[in-house]
T-cell receptor, first 116, second 114 residues
Framework: DTGVSQDPRHKITKRGQNVTFRCDPISEHNRLYWYRQTLGQGPEFLTYFQNEAQLEKSRLLSDRFSAERPKGSFSTLEIQRTEQGDSAMYLC??????????????FGPGTRLTVT | AQSVTQPDIHITVSEGASLELRCNYSYGATPYLFWYVQSPGQGLQLLLKYFSGDTLVQGIKGFEAEFKRSQSSFNLRKPSVHWSDAAEYFCAAYPQGGSEKLVFGKGTKLTVNP
C-alpha cells in the first residue's frame, strides 16, 4: 500500500494558463475525492467519484474546473484560464465504500498551486 | 447548515503537558467524526475516527477523542505532548446516510514549547 499520490507537488503558473493535476488513489479504493484548501482554512469539498462516475460537484467547482476519472483509477483535475483566486492547495483523498459500510478517507500530499 | 467548529485557532503548550483540542459539530443527527493532523506543506493524516459504539476512541500517536452527544462535541486529547506534535489539527465530519463529503473545521494550530 503506497498511499495516495499527487503530481505535481508544486505548480506555479501565470494567470490565464491552464493547469492539470493528477491523483493516484490507494489501489483498491473505489471512491476518490478532491478538496481545496486555502491559507488558514480547512479543506473544502470540490467533487468526488465512485469508480469512474462523478457523483457530486460543489458549487465551488466553477465551469473552469473539470475533473475526470476515466478508468476508475487515477483522476485528473483541470483548471482552465487560471485566476489568482485559484491559488490554493489541492488535495486528493480516496476511500473504499460498500453498500453496507463506510470507510475513512486517506489524503495525498497535495498539489500547491500558485497563480501569478 | 451542517458545520464543524473549532473554537481555538492557536494553542500553545509545553512539552510534556496535556492537551485538549475542542471540536463542536452542528448536524441534524450524529455524523461520522474524524480528526486529521497536517504538518506544514503536507497533506492530512488521519488520527482517529468515530462511527458508533464506544464514545472514547483511541487513535495513532497516543491521541484519543471523546464523543459527547449532549454537547455535540468530539474533543481530541493527549496526556503528554511531544515537540513532534506541533502541527495543525482539523476536526471533520460527514453525515450518516448522506454524502461522504467531509466538512472540516478551520483548524487549530498547535505550538509546543520546549
Amino acid at each position: 500500500d503506497t498511499g495516495v499520490s499527487q503530481d505535481p507537488r508544486h505548480k506555479i503558473t501565470k494567470r490565464g494558463q491552464n493547469v492539470t493535476f493528477r491523483c493516484d488513489p490507494i489501489s483498491e479504493h473505489n471512491r476518490l475525492y478532491w478538496y481545496r484548501q486555502t491559507l488558514g482554512q480547512g479543506p473544502e469539498f470540490l467533487t468526488y467519484f465512485q469508480n469512474e462516475a462523478q457523483l457530486e460537484k460543489s458549487r465551488l467547482l466553477s465551469d473552469r474546473f473539470s475533473a475526470e476519472r476515466p478508468k476508475g483509477s487515477f483522476s485528473t483535475l483541470e483548471i482552465q484560464r487560471t485566476e489568482q483566486g485559484d491559488s490554493a492547495m489541492y488535495l486528493c483523498a480516496s476511500s473504499f465504500r460498500t453498500d453496507t459500510s463506510r470507510y475513512e478517507q486517506y489524503f495525498g500530499p497535495g498539489t500547491r498551486l500558485t497563480v501569478t | 447548515a451542517q458545520s464543524v467548529t473549532q473554537p481555538d485557532i492557536h494553542i500553545t503548550v509545553s512539552e510534556g503537558a496535556s492537551l485538549e483540542l475542542r471540536c463542536n459539530y452542528s448536524y441534524g443527527a450524529t455524523p461520522y467524526l474524524f480528526w486529521y493532523v497536517q504538518s506544514p506543506g503536507q497533506g492530512l493524516q488521519l488520527l482517529l475516527k468515530y462511527f458508533s459504539g464506544d464514545t472514547l476512541v483511541q487513535g495513532i500517536k497516543g491521541f484519543e477523542a471523546e464523543f459527547k452527544r449532549s454537547q455535540s462535541s468530539f474533543n481530541l486529547r493527549k496526556p503528554s505532548v511531544h515537540w513532534s506534535d506541533a502541527a495543525e489539527y482539523f476536526c471533520a465530519a460527514y453525515p450518516q446516510g448522506g454524502s461522504e463529503k467531509l466538512v472540516f473545521g478551520k483548524g487549530t494550530k498547535l505550538t509546543v514549547n520546549p
